[in-house]
């Protein structure tokens, strides 16, 4: 029941158009993880970062969600298409920084992991 009612929270709709893809920088592309942790709960994001933003939700079976990365000063911002954005700063080999979504505001610190194949591939 807990673990439906953080992926409720985190599933929070942001309004928006759908984002364009944009290739990754070099120094991020990869996938990567990390966990918002929503009241008591540690729920992982997945972020691809490559030719092709994409991002997996698996705690609400959301795969492949588009998305969008720029870089600017430093930072980088990977924007989901209502599914939140990230914004931060590589450092030690980590992306560490802020997850938004509708009034959710987390840290969020993402590490590089090893490729998987997603469901229904």
Do not use: C
């Not at 008591?40 to 997996?56: A, K, W």
């Amino acid at each position: 029941m807990r673990s439906m009612m953080a992926a409720g929270v985190l599933a929070l709709a942001m309004a928006g158009s759908a984002a364009a893809q944009t290739a990754a920088p070099a120094e991020v592309a990869g996938d990567w993880q990390g966990y918002v942790k929503v009241r008591d709960q540690s729920l992982p994001l997945v972020f691809h970062l490559g030719s092709e933003v994409t991002g997996d939700s698996p705690a609400e079976a959301r795969y492949g969600i588009k998305g969008q990365v720029q870089q600017a000063d430093g930072k980088y911002k990977v924007s989901l298409t209502s599914a939140g954005d990230f914004e931060g700063v590589l450092k030690n080999g980590k992306l560490e920084g802020t997850y938004t979504r509708g009034s959710l505001v987390v840290p969020l610190v993402l590490e590089r992991k090893a490729a998987e194949e997603k469901p229904g591939n």
